[in-house]
């Protein structure tokens, strides 16, 4: 039977389940990808393992999200992760290096292999055909101790890309065309497989812009073929050792199917403050602006940057904006400055914010209150630039650079003809900031800071559960609204007590208060939950302040995840009535809910307050089952661990 090439890497790595849509599988992994704003709590949790050297074949560190050092608390987090990576076996990658997604494509990418990583846009290694998936840190450190990583199987959506890019349309524009059609939530439990003919005009970095954003769907990941684009790239690398080609059978079978005639698109933007609510750039120009942010993790590449850069070159940004600069990794930096491009930058008076996410997190060039942010990144959720009552807008470097001349936001096609960018057939190699780990780690002291605090336990599931609703909220709910990131909350990533009093900070700041006072409770909401980051603080700080089970229509895969790995019990309602008719105080009981989860019965939700009982149901594996009563992920894991050791 012919197999697209999803389904191909899947059975090639499978090692748990059958590959049906929707059930449970575990799969071998051949490398994972770990990053500051996470990795601390990797590694932490990797630590209580106890084991004497990681167990994947090929493990990075990143210091990618963070690089400010403004005290002690994130140099003091990048010498524990550096310290760390040495003593287990992991490559490190020193701050400044790049951007986890860029630099992991320039080094590590390998067409057919698996990767988790402690980032939500891991998949963007889609681009260079590895099934690529991002997933919470919890599970990253469960890969590394050499265990199956496990989702559900996921359906295969073909995404069919014909006819040619016109001039001044880009792959930013694809993704944004996608999201306008299937929304946040239509790829979740789904990978998008591109294929078509229009795929020998896509670079490889153009790629990576469309598999970056597929996270933005809520999909599982994204995934191209290896072809001679792929080829191309790892030659102008210096890696075409790694090369080899892959693609569907012909006749594959697919789930589903949908088709972009790439020649049909223009120029479009998502305006504030969803990635999907995206129109033609044509109905919203002239719109005034007062920040342009270009880089980050996605269309940082060297074709991105080198574009903006000719289209800025004699010319200088408009007097009522600002515009700032995030390379991808120091190695594009390097080569758009050997050609010139950077300099076009620095005499349009763009300010280069470093090779880090940076502004995309909230980690510096926050923009000014109620001004409109037009950005090339890939989120764009209320309050995530740093910036409280932010309007941040996404759109292609194209339309970003043609709004930094001009000061409102502009048709890019208004320009006249595109300058054209050819990649280098080689680019200039910079390695130098990768550290190889310690050929005897044991010998390697760990550095703890003291704002470097150990997790906090999870607690095993309680027979019976009671207390109030302390929050009612609605759709698409992102980890970004739960636990925001920003240059004030991102440096206590490694103190869950003191990030915790952020849970919820741009929704009800009051939220830590209310829940300590109240002994924990619950959360309420509504569809897709949980969407956006991998941060599984998210999960961890709401945990830490009592609360014992999110009830929402449905959840956003990783985050759900998240939510079983620490102990939250993740219900969902089957009848929208149930939730039209809690409001937050009310206060519930769920009588005999360990023994219901055990028997795979509904839980049974009294609400005392209203005098009514709601029947509601966990979306979740035996093994996510077990995990939930044992107190989450690591308590799974030393019980499963200790048991062949007990029978000896």
């Known amino acids: 039977m012919p197999l697209n090439l999803t389904q191909k890497i899947l059975k090639e790595h499978l090692v748990e389940g059958k590959l049906e849509p929707g059930s449970e599988i575990g799969i071998k992994v051949d490398q994972a990808l770990i990053q500051d704003a996470t990795g601390t709590m990797v590694w932490q949790q990797f630590h209580s393992f106890g084991l004497p050297r990681i167990r994947v074949p090929q493990c ?105 890019l016109p001039p001044w349309v880009s792959a930013k524009d694809v993704i944004l065309e996608l999201l306008r059609r299937l929304t946040v939530k239509g790829g979740i439990g789904r990978v998008c497989e591109y294929v078509g003919p229009a795929l020998g005009h896509l670079s490889v970095y153009e790629r990576e812009t469309i598999c970056n954003m597929t996270q933005e769907l809520g999909a599982t990941s994204g995934l191209f073929p ?20 892959l693609a569907p059978d012909p006749g594959a ?90 300099a076009d930058y620095v005499t349009a008076g763009v300010q280069d914010r470093g090779v880090a996410c940076g502004p995309c997190i909230g980690m510096g060039a926050a923009p000014p209150s109620g001004g409109n942010s037009i950005r090339t990144f890939n989120r764009n959720f209320k309050g995530r630039s740093g910036t409280e009552d932010d309007y941040v807008w996404l759109c292609s470097p194209e339309t970003a650079a043609a709004t930094a001349l001009t000061g409102v936001i502009t048709d890019p096609r208004t320009l006249g003809v595109p300058p054209q960018i050819r990649e280098p057939d080689e680019y200039v190699l910079y390695t130098e900031d990768f550290l190889a780990p310690a050929a005897n780690g044991d010998k390697v002291e760990i550095f703890t800071g003291p704002n470097i605090v150990p997790p906090p336990p999870v607690p095993v599931l309680m027979e019976s559960l009671k207390g109030r609703v302390l929050l009612k909220l609605g759709d698409n709910i992102s980890t970004d609204h739960i636990l925001p990131g920003g240059n004030d909350v991102l440096p206590l990533r490694s103190n869950i007590p003191a990030i915790s009093e952020y849970t919820f900070r741009f929704v009800d700041p009051s939220f830590p208060k209310r829940a300590r006072e109240a002994g924990g409770g619950f959360v309420v909401g509504g569809e897709n939950w949980g969407q956006g980051s991998s941060r599984e603080h998210a ?80 979306k979740l594996s035996p093994r996510q089952i077990e995990m939930l009563l044992a107190g989450g992920l690591t308590n799974y894991l030393k019980k499963k661990w200790a048991a062949p050791r007990a029978r000896a």
Request: aromatic share 6%; with cysteine; glycine share 8%.
């Open 60 to 164: 990075v560190t990143y210091v990618d999200h963070n690089i400010l050092q403004t005290d002690y608390r994130n140099p003091d987090d990048h010498l524990f992760l550096q310290t760390m990576a040495a003593r287990y076996g992991a490559v490190f990658s020193r701050p400044g290096n790049g951007i986890s997604h860029f630099c992991h494509l320039e080094r590590f990418d390998i067409p057919g292999q698996t990767m988790i990583g402690s980032d939500s846009h891991t998949c963007s290694a889609g681009a260079m055909a590895m099934l690529a998936i991002g997933t919470g840190g919890a599970e990253v450190a469960a890969a590394m101790a050499g265990e199956p990583f496990y989702i559900p199987c996921p359906k295969v959506v073909r995404v069919n890309l014909a006819g040619n």
């Open 226 to 245: 290896s072809d001679e684009m792929t080829q191309r790239l790892l030659r102008a690398q210096k890696r075409e050792r790694d090369w080899k080609a």
């Open 253 to 342: 079978p697919y789930d589903e199917e949908t088709k972009i005639d790439l020649a049909k698109l223009e120029p479009l933007i998502a305006k504030p403050s969803s990635p999907d609510n995206v129109v033609p750039v044509r109905q919203v120009a002239g719109t005034p602006v007062r920040q342009v942010a270009v880089g980050s993790s996605v269309n940082s590449s060297y074709r991105d940057l080198a574009l903006v850069g000719a289209i800025l070159r004699g010319k200088h940004i408009a007097p009522n904006l600002h515009m700032t600069l995030s390379p991808g990794s120091r190695q594009i930096l390097i080569n758009i400055l050997k050609n010139g491009y950077y």
């Open 539 to 618: 999960a961890i700080a709401p945990m830490y302040l009592g609360v014992k089970a999110i009830l929402a229509k449905s959840y956003a895969r990783i985050h759900e995840s998240n939510l079983v790995n620490f102990g939250i019990v993740p219900l969902r309602f089957s009848n929208p009535g149930d939730y039209d008719s809690i409001d937050q105080g009310d206060e519930l009981e769920m009588p005999g809910i360990r023994g219901a989860l055990s028997a795979g019965r509904p839980v049974e939700v009294r609400n005392v307050t209203k005098k009514r009982e709601y029947k509601l149901a966990p």
